[in-house]
């Protein structure tokens, strides 16, 4: 199975930065459409950002204009800049294709928390 491992995360203070990583080892970034979701504590995994094939970006509403998803795919990376962080953001963050389920494979994420 393909490879999906994302870095970055940590702890923050609200208002702070973080930068999250993703490595896919199967090269998928050339060829699907990408996401970044996120697991609060206790709740169900939601689609934070996307970037479609031809490079345009979607965004759910509380990540508009504080977070930015980028892709380099001759590295076969993927970033999500994260701003102006607020407690709510706290979660486990994920990256994988768009529209992927329960039952697709899935990384370990990257934990973030942010504290007030």
């Known amino acids: 199975q393909v490879q999906l491992v994302e870095s970055g995360g940590g702890l923050a203070q609200p208002g702070g930065s973080l930068r999250l990583s993703c490595l896919d080892s199967g090269g998928d970034f050339s060829g699907y459409a990408m996401g970044w979701y996120r697991q609060p504590p206790g709740e169900q995994r939601e689609l934070v950002a996307s970037?479609?094939?031809?490079?345009?970006?979607i965004y759910d509403d509380f990540a508009k204009g504080r977070f930015t998803i980028s892709r380099d795919i001759a590295k076969n990376t993927m970033f999500l800049q994260m701003n102006s962080l607020k407690p709510e953001d706290t979660a486990v963050y994920y990256c994988n294709r768009l529209f992927a389920t329960g039952f697709d494979y899935w990384g370990q994420g990257t934990q973030v928390i942010v504290f007030s």
């Open positions: 970037i479609t094939l031809d490079g345009s970006t």
